[in-house]
């Protein structure tokens, strides 16, 4: 994307810009695929702790499973759940802080640009 009519310096800024907008986008993916899984296991924690405790309940660890209290069960979910909850506020900080920097960059951009 070589344009003769701007100089070097110009060219790398929205090269730069250009990489900002696709790890920005990435950073959205990835927290969309954080909020998926928080949401699963908010949905499994919320029909485990509806089962009475003596229920039988089986957990898949790859192409395998075995049986596993409910108690111990909802314990890793929550325990899982805490962890995503830090990850997503993370995710989205992160992805907060990159639109900043991708607007400011923007807002340069078009400056030298006028």
């Known amino acids: 994307m070589s344009n003769p009519e701007l100089n070097q310096a110009q060219q790398a800024e929205i090269q730069k810009y250009q990489q900002m907008t696709q790890t920005l986008s990435q950073l959205h993916s990835s927290t969309g695929q954080l ?59 992160q992805a907060s802080d990159y639109e900043t920097q991708v607007k400011e960059l923007e807002a340069k951009i078009r400056a030298t640009l006028s």
């Open 35 to 93: 909020e998926g899984r928080r949401r699963e296991i908010e949905k499994t924690l919320e029909i485990i702790k509806k089962l009475p405790e003596d229920r039988e309940l089986y957990r898949g660890v790859g192409q395998i499973f075995y049986k596993s209290e409910i108690s111990q069960t909802a314990s890793d979910l929550d325990s899982e759940l805490e962890l995503l909850n830090v990850r997503v506020d993370r995710s989205k900080k």
